[in-house]
Structures are given as structure tokens and as C-alpha cells.
């Protein structure tokens, strides 16, 4: 059985479309992997939660109205969205597009930012989803540089 060992191989033998011939490994490669599986998992999320705060679903309870903007139907539509871009990054990081690296900063900033509009209602979760998308905004800037070589 092949397990996990092809991630790993997929992740040292990126090839960046932009530089023709540039095989190796590359910083961040595995990161980008990673990003993207984390985008994936967040963006998922973030749709399920998206569309509980828009449909009135129990998921979210009567006491937490400390919104800095709007109400929980505002909250709803911006965290579907944001789940929406972060799908979308997902899916072209995993295709190796420079599409995804740009929508996934862009993407990953938004989910911060939000992360830290919401800090009132829900501050421990806040700060854990600011945390990843700080994460995955790094991963995804440091991706394409060489490697340093060994001294």
C-alpha cells in the first residue's frame, strides 16, 4: 500500500508553472499542501457555519450579539463567502495554479480579519482561526523560493 508517502513526493517534485524546467525542492512546496488541505477543511467550515447563521439554525445561541458589523444574517453571508473563496483556492492549489496562491492570500487575510471582527462573540475560536490563516498566508508567500543550501 502506497499510503502517505505520495503526498510527500507530490509535495519535493513541484514544478512551478511560471519557471519552465525548475524542478527540486522548493521552500514551502510542502506547505502548499498543506495550505491547501487546510483550506479545504476551513472553507468547508466556514459554508456550514455560513449557512446556519442565515437560516436561524440553533447552531448559534441568542446571547452572542456582539457584532461589530450588522447582525448574525451579515455574519452568516460573510463567513459564506469567505468559505466559498477559501474552496476556491483549495481547488486550484491542489492543481498547482498561481490563481490559488493569490485567492488563497487573499482568502486567508479575509479569514483573519474576520476572524478578529468576531472576537467578541467568540474569542478563544477567533483567535485559533486567525492563528491559521496567519498560517496559510505564510505558507503561501514563502512557496517558489529556493531552497538554501546546505553550508
Not at 498543506?34 to 468547508?44: E, Q, R, S
Not at 448559534?60 to 474552496?87: D, E, M
Request: glycine share 18%; with cysteine; net charge neutral.
Amino acid at each position: 500500500m502506497r499510503g502517505g508517502g505520495d503526498a510527500v513526493t507530490l509535495a519535493q517534485n513541484v514544478r512551478i508553472p511560471d519557471t519552465p524546467s525548475k524542478e527540486g525542492k522548493l521552500r514551502g512546496a510542502g506547505r502548499v499542501v498543506f495550505v491547501a488541505i487546510l483550506l479545504l477543511v476551513a472553507g468547508t467550515l466556514n459554508v456550514i457555519y455560513g449557512i446556519g447563521a442565515i437560516s436561524d439554525a440553533n447552531f448559534y445561541t441568542a446571547s452572542g450579539t456582539h457584532y461589530v458589523l450588522g447582525n448574525l444574517h451579515t455574519w452568516g453571508w460573510v463567513t459564506l463567502i469567505l468559505g466559498i473563496i477559501q474552496l476556491t483556492a483549495s481547488v486550484s492549489l491542489f492543481g498547482g495554479g498561481t490563481y490559488g496562491r493569490i485567492l488563497g492570500v487573499v482568502g486567508g487575510t479575509l479569514g483573519a480579519l474576520g476572524a478578529l471582527l468576531a472576537i467578541g462573540t467568540v474569542p478563544f475560536w477567533s483567535l485559533g482561526v486567525f492563528a491559521l490563516c496567519v498560517w496559510v498566508v505564510h505558507g503561501l508567500v514563502i512557496y517558489g523560493e529556493e531552497e538554501p543550501a546546505p553550508r
